[in-house]
Each structure stands twice: as structure tokens, then as C-alpha cells.
Nanobody
Framework: QVQLVDSGGGLVQPGGSLRLSCAASGRNFRFARMGWYRQAPGKQRELVATLTSGGTTRYADFVKGRFTISGDNAKNTVYLQMNSLKPEDTAVYYC?????????WGQGTQVTVSS
């Protein structure tokens, strides 16, 4: 049974920073891709950033230059450094991990950007 535990969310003022973390456990394999998605109230879940086992990164246009994804493939961990946060970044952020046809999700961590 694969389990993803994501953490690091909180309340931050506009312009501030947060670092999200996600650790996977339960199976002894490496994920082909790990990443972060977010869902704001009343909106669909959307991709934020992904990182493949080969080191390729992908970012949504709305976070380019502000967010950085990184990870340790051998440890099945992934991080999201979020800088210059804006009120519109407020959402629940979910860790995602994929291997073959299977995809797994964390429980979500709330990020609120407000003054």
C-alpha cells in the first residue's frame, strides 16, 4: 500500500514563501514522476509542477519563476519551494506520484496567502 504524506502548508502574507514536502512510503520502487497539483474552492484541480525520475521539470505558466520543484528520486521525496506568493495561490496543494498506469495522491496541505 503506497502512502504519500504531504506537509508544509500554512498562512503566509503576499510576497512570502513556503516550502512543501512530500514523502512516499509503502512500496520499494521509484516513481516515474512526482509532482504537485492544487485545487482552489470552486475550481478544478490543476497541475502546478512535476519532476520526472530523469530530472525533467514542468511548470504551470502561473508559477514559472516563482516556484521550484526538487526531489530525491532514490528516497521518493519531492519538494516545492514557493516564493513571491500571491493571494491567488491560495488552495489545497496535493502531492502526486506516478509509476506505470498507477497514480497516488497525498492528503493535501492548505496554503493560504492573505494579509
Amino acid at each position: 500500500q503506497v502512502q504519500l504524506v504531504d506537509s508544509g502548508g500554512g498562512l503566509v502574507q503576499p510576497g512570502g514563501s513556503l516550502r512543501l514536502s512530500c514523502a512516499a512510503s509503502g512500496r520499494n520502487f521509484r516513481f516515474a514522476r512526482m509532482g504537485w497539483y492544487r485545487q482552489a474552492p470552486g475550481k478544478q484541480r490543476e497541475l502546478v509542477a512535476t519532476l520526472t525520475s530523469g530530472g525533467t521539470t514542468r511548470y504551470a505558466d502561473f508559477v514559472k519563476g516563482r516556484f521550484t520543484i526538487s526531489g530525491d528520486n532514490a528516497k521518493n521525496t519531492v519538494y516545492l519551494q514557493m516564493n513571491s506568493l500571491k493571494p491567488e495561490d491560495t488552495a489545497v496543494y496535493y502531492c502526486n506520484a506516478a509509476v506505470g498506469p498507477a497514480a497516488y495522491w497525498g492528503q493535501g496541505t492548505q496554503v493560504t496567502v492573505s494579509s
